[in-house]
């Protein structure tokens, strides 16, 4: 039976010496993989020396203006002939030579179009932040179809191109992800082949490290371009209750604080889980604010002068 090929396909900015060791656990992986392609924004970040003596790392590079979180990234896929494509995020850091095995299990049951991994906290995480981070990543998978979307609501579509898994003829069938895309090219996906009866794999076994301690203000813009993405595709979170699921965070964050006599996280935590609220709705009506206001309410202006949406 003929080995199933795997591309990794990362994106990266200005990517740091970190960045060696996620290319050091993708070489060492024990299912090994066949090219690791790097699409990198602005050749003049880009090191030549992150690659040394990774011979199956190719470097493509675009500008800035280039850039799109769908488009970069289907990019990738047409440089690659392989039958499974690993999406990674030039901060993640596979947390064991198992991960790309361990993803490509979960493509053993046929309705499995798309896997995306556990996400682990640093050590530097914060302790609100880890609390999320294990709220939104539990111990347990699961394959999630369009049956289960009335109890898990906009859960149901969610998916992480920090580091996950599609297959390439569907992927390819499908047209790739929807361009352009400022946020969330990974959920919409997942959205739209779950409503042609496939499904999307969470495997806990597959684990990276990965997080971010961001201020108030940068989980605004997040949340703000959190908020355009799903404007942009009504058709498919028009329907879905996007609120109802950080109400379950809330809570659940907020048990565990009182749990570990952290209550006195609690006032900043409520602050920012209303500064991502604010950020969120904002960004949901971006059509009637002035263009000059959203380009200062996002993290990614340049997405504004680049489409005109």
């Known amino acids: 039976m003929k080995r199933a090929s795997v591309d990794v396909i990362i994106p990266t900015y200005k990517p740091d010496a970190s960045f060696r060791e996620l290319l050091r656990m993708l070489t060492g992986q024990v299912y090994p993989v066949d090219h690791i392609l790097i699409i990198n924004t602005e050749e003049k970040y880009w090191d030549d020396t992150l690659t040394d003596g990774v011979a199956r790392a190719e470097v493509f590079h675009i500008s800035k203006s280039e850039f799109d979180h769908a488009a ?3 990019m990738g896929v047409g440089f690659s002939d392989a039958d499974y494509l690993l999406f990674m995020t030039q901060d993640a850091l596979p947390a064991d030579r198992a991960l790309v095995g361990t993803l490509l299990e979960a493509f053993r049951d046929p309705a499995v179009k798309t896997a995306y991994a556990r996400q682990l906290p640093l050590k530097n995480c914060t ?3 880890g609390c999320v981070r294990s709220y939104n990543y539990p111990a347990h998978s699961c394959v999630r179809t369009l049956k289960d979307l009335p109890v898990n609501g906009i859960k149901n579509y969610f998916c992480s191109n920090v580091c996950a898994m599609y297959e390439r003829d569907t992927f390819v069938k499908m047209g790739g992800f929807l361009a352009p895309a400022i946020f969330n090219e990974d959920m919409v996906y997942a959205a739209r082949i779950q409503h042609l009866g496939f499904g999307v794999a969470y495997e806990a076994r597959a684990r ?3 997080s971010h301690n961001y201020t108030n203000l940068q989980q605004f813009h997040r949340n703000f371009d959190n908020g355009v993405s799903q404007a942009m595709h009504p058709e498919i979170f028009r329907t879905v ?3 109802g699921e950080g109400k379950r965070m809330v809570r659940h964050v907020s048990r565990y604080l009182r749990e570990i006599g952290r209550v006195y996280l609690l006032p ?4 920012q889980c209303f500064v991502k609220l604010a950020g969120f709705r904002l960004g949901r009506s971006y059509r009637k604010l002035p263009a000059g ?3 200062k309410l996002t993290m990614s202006p340049d997405f504004f ?3 005109r949406l």
């Open 208 to 210: 990276v490290y990965h």
């Open 305 to 307: 002068k680049v489409n």
């Open 127 to 129: 302790v609100t932040e």
């Open 293 to 295: 206001i959203v380009r």
């Open 241 to 243: 209750n996007s609120t």
């Open 72 to 74: 970069t990234r289907n």
């Open 268 to 271: 900043g935590f409520y602050w």
